[in-house]
């Protein structure tokens, strides 16, 4: 039997397009993130913080849950509040079910598309290092839904803008606000989505018509779940805007458009 060359296939489509596509949103996404997470500034301007650095566990800016740099901090190290936090989320990511398919097409060619040759004779799926490893995809969920309750929080403090004159705090709606809550509501239609997520609100059980609130949460699930490559995209690019956003109107390129 003659052995197939790495990308032989009968198809006579553009396979290659969706996988070439795949790669360079992930790439473009990874080279941002990354740049953005060691700057280290620019990333809050009155009620807005960006959520690439939420919640800041030290930082610089009043959203500082614990205040600035720790004196214990290495001085060889660089400091960036974002690099304490992203790990979380980058991990949900990058265990996800739905993330591994991609990235396996469009980075490994595991296989590159559809009945299209892959450049490895063997298979050893994810039973063994390093791939068993993304059996921790459902504590990185946990983590998650952590995130996006302090994202909807931020979200909340959106709303409330100081008053420079008189210092006082009044409600108010500017385009930020609306950044930042659409921002944690499609990390949140991510998130409640995930595979792990149906699972642990009950796919787990035999009969969940015995259980009539739990089926009712299973099935908001598995409607969120049936969209879930839109919402990891949608959320993905998502929240590079919103650091985007916040980053150019602290800098002073941007303007935020008070609406209320």
């Not at 595991?110 to 799926?125: L, Q």
């Not at 969120?224 to 109107?249: E, P, Q, T």
Request: positive net charge.
């Amino acid at each position: 039997m003659a052995v197939n060359r790495f990308g032989q296939t009968a198809r006579k489509d553009l396979w290659w397009v969706r996988p070439l596509m795949v790669f360079i949103g992930l790439f473009s996404f990874i080279v941002y993130a990354t740049w953005a997470a060691f700057q280290g500034e620019h990333y809050a301007i009155g009620p807005y913080i960006s959520p690439f650095y939420s919640p800041e566990i030290f930082g610089n800016s009043p959203h500082s849950w614990f205040g600035p740099k720790p004196s214990w901090w290495p001085a060889v190290l660089g400091f960036s509040p974002a690099l304490l936090i992203l790990w979380a989320p980058g991990g949900m990511r990058l265990t996800c079910y739905y993330y591994r398919g991609a990235y396996y097409k469009s980075f490994w060619a595991d296989p590159p598309a559809c009945a299209v040759s892959e450049p490895r004779k063997t298979y050893r799926g994810e039973n063994s290092l390093p791939l068993i490893l993304q059996n921790v995809h459902r504590y990185f969920l946990y983590l998650a839904i952590l995130f996006v309750i302090v994202l909807f929080y931020d979200a909340w403090k959106a709303l409330w803008f100081v008053d420079p004159a008189t210092g006082q705090e009044h409600f108010g709606i500017g385009v930020g606000t609306i950044v930042l809550t659409l921002n944690a509501t499609l990390l949140g239609g991510y998130t409640f989505g995930c595979h792990s997520f149906r699972h642990l609100v009950g796919g787990f059980k035999d009969q969940l018509s015995r259980s009539p609130v739990q089926r009712k949460v299973y099935n908001c699930a598995s409607c969120l779940n049936k969209r879930h490559m839109n919402w990891a995209w949608c959320s993905l690019f998502g929240v590079a805007f919103a650091d985007i956003y916040v980053r150019l109107c602290s800098m002073g390129i941007w303007t935020d458009w008070r609406i209320f």
